[in-house]
């Protein structure tokens, strides 16, 4: 096997961002990025992609194009973690030996979880926002849904941009609004969590929505199974006494977000915490019982919104604090637990939650110019223009753009 200074597992935001950040800092370190994908996803782009706004095309670039200058690519899955011996096992049968090992895999998206989902997927009107190449697909059915039931579903928390499921929905019964048919399709919203979300600050903005658009909102109602033929979805219902119950609801069209879990790679090893996510302090996102590890991203066992917004703020403190443990410092910047969730609520305007740890308001404008609390034309420019820029040639090239990694505050 091979020896790096700090290897990187995972080459999506959070691996590419913290692997560029880390080679600004200290140029002449040696970095492994361990990633299986030749390509790259902007994963954000999906819901403009689903709301006919992007192209597919735009959310994607070659993995290869992306791995910054100093760091070697390693095309490979991680198979097993042995922290006592710094060693992590691949899939091609190699392995990495390192100094720091940075761990930024991404959450897994559970499809199979959901009887019958997997096979639908694409086709009798089942699509999500959540793949790739099905995103388009959810544009299709909006354009051409004449008349009937639209469910949308959201799992149980943790998922990756938790108001992804509803900003979907909105988007559709925009453009139905705008068609001028609204009044012969049905719409619901099924989700399994027990508010509309989880921060309450923004939730009498996206109720006047749901008003408007008229959406039967069912709450603690989870998906657990759908007959494609059929056009049926299962529901598993907690009702108002705590009692279950299922419910079977049937639909022209059903946009599905799978439920999110830790990969079996993570969720087996010693670097586990109980949720299966990677055990970090979530201040400093070093490991809490491995000195040498950390971990940054939709992986981190750290409750902020699982966000790319989030990875923003974590990457250069991920950079300090490894190459600190590297040089056998302490550890030097904190993270408060940022992240961001626009909620496109229409064409044209979105709720831009902006929250730290605890839900505590971190709004990054001043509030009189854009309160993130209300509908803004300015977020929805942010989010159309400026955040896909940001993204590509700040975030993932190391340029931090008014992201200062935070001192450290806490003890740790
Ligand atoms: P990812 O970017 O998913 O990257 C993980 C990488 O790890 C992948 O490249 C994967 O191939 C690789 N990997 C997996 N397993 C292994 C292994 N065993 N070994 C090596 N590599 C491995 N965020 C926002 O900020 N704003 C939004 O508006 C927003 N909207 C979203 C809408 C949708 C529909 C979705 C799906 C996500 C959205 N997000 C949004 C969330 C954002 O995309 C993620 O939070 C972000 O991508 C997390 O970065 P990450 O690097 O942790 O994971």
């Known amino acids: 096997g091979l020896t790096y200074d700090i290897a990187i597992i995972g080459g999506g935001a959070a691996g590419i961002s913290t692997a560029a950040s880390i080679l600004k800092r200290k140029p002449g370190i040696t970095v492994a990025i361990v990633e299986p994908s030749g390509s790259h996803f ?19 670039r070659p993995e290869k194009k992306l791995i910054p200058p100093g760091a070697d690519w390693i095309q490979a899955a991680a198979t097993g973690f042995e922290p006592d011996s710094h060693l992590v096992h691949l899939s091609n049968g190699s392995s990495v030996r390192y100094g720091i090992l940075i761990v930024a895999t991404g959450i897994m998206l559970d499809w199979d979880a959901v009887e ?5 997927l694409g086709r009798n009107g089942v699509t999500s926002n959540y793949r790739y190449d099905l995103a388009p697909y959810t544009w299709q059915l909006v354009q051409t849904l004449g008349r009937g039931n639209a469910v949308f579903t959201q799992p149980p928390m943790p998922i990756k941009c938790a108001g992804a499921p509803q900003k979907a929905m909105y988007l559709a019964c925009d453009a139905w609004r705008r068609r001028g048919i609204s009044d012969n399709i049905a719409v619901s919203f099924h989700t399994a969590t027990p508010g509309l979300f989880g921060v309450k600050d923004y939730v009498p903005a996206l109720m006047e929505y749901i008003e ?42 059903l ?35 491995y000195d040498d590890i950390f971990a940054l991203g939709d992986i981190a066992g750290t409750s902020n919104a699982k966000t790319a917004a989030a990875v923003r703020k974590q990457a250069p403190i991920v950079a300090v604090n490894a190459l600190a443990a590297l ?5 030097v910047a904190d993270y408060d637990g940022y992240g961001a969730c626009p909620l496109t609520v229409e064409r044209g305007k979105i709720v831009l939650a902006e929250f730290g740890y605890g839900g505590k308001l971190e709004p990054t404008l001043p509030t009189w110019l854009l309160d993130g609390r209300r509908p803004t034309h300015l977020a929805w420019l942010l989010k159309e223009y400026v955040m896909p820029l940001l993204y590509w040639d700040g975030m993932l090239k190391g340029r931090e753009l008014m992201v200062e990694p935070r001192p450290l505050t806490s003890k740790s």
Not at 42 to 60: E, I, M
Not at 116 to 120: F, K, V
Not at 227 to 247: C, I, L
Not at 327 to 331: I, Q, S, T
């Open 116 to 120: 019958g989902l997997s096979e639908t």
């Open 255 to 289: 946009h599905a977000v799978p439920p999110q879990r830790a990969p079996d790679v993570i969720r087996n090893s010693p670097l586990a915490g109980k949720d299966g996510f990677v055990a970090v302090d979530p201040a400093t996102l070093r490991h809490v019982k």
């Open 42 to 60: 902007y994963q954000p782009g999906w819901t403009l992609v689903g709301g006919g706004v992007f192209k597919q095309s735009q959310t994607r």
């Open 327 to 331: 040089e056998g410092r302490p550890m």
């Open 212 to 253: 408007r658009y008229r959406i039967d909102l069912q709450l603690k109602s989870n998906l657990v199974a759908v007959d494609g033929a059929r056009q049926v979805a299962t529901f598993s219902n907690v009702g108002a006494d705590g009692a279950t119950s299922r419910s079977e609801v049937e639909f022209a069209m």
